[in-house]
């Protein structure tokens, strides 16, 4: 059973950084596509940055490109996402998600596993 939990999400100042868990279960992070995601209230979901399944390249929203990364920890079965330079505009709730094969990396309809979410909050 793919479980997906995120942690790491809080209130920072603009300019301030955080990093963000996902830890998986179910499956290796090897073999299966895997992101972040995160939602804006009264926005549609957008995907922030992600391993691809097929070659295990990166991706990321022009957005975060400069500030956010990602990593993982094969040995812990943990993503991860370094989020520096924060702006008042990345307030939202963060998303894991993995899937076997999506067609599209940072599409979240294409995504049948998440996480429940963490909030990142960025305010003076």
């Known amino acids: 059973q793919v479980q997906l939990v995120e942690s790491g999400g809080g209130l920072v100042q603009p300019g301030g950084s955080l990093r963000l868990s996902c830890a998986a279960s179910?499956?290796?992070?090897?073999?299966?596509?895997i992101g972040w995601f995160r939602q804006a209230p009264g926005k549609e979901r957008e995907g922030v940055s992600c391993?691809?399944?097929?070659?295990?390249?990166?991706y990321y929203a022009d957005s975060v490109k400069g500030r956010f990364s990602i990593s993982r920890d094969n040995a812990k079965n943990t993503l991860y996402l370094q989020m520096n330079n924060l702006k008042p505009e990345d307030t939202a709730v963060y998303y894991c998600?993995?899937?076997?094969?999506?067609?599209?990396?940072?599409?979240?309809?294409?995504?049948?596993?998440w996480g429940q979410g963490t909030q990142v909050t960025v305010s003076a």
């Open positions: 179910g499956f290796t992070l090897e073999s299966y596509a």
């Open positions: 998600a993995a899937d076997p094969m999506p067609r599209r990396c940072l599409i979240a309809g294409d995504y049948d596993y």
């Open positions: 391993f691809s399944g097929f070659d295990g390249d990166t």
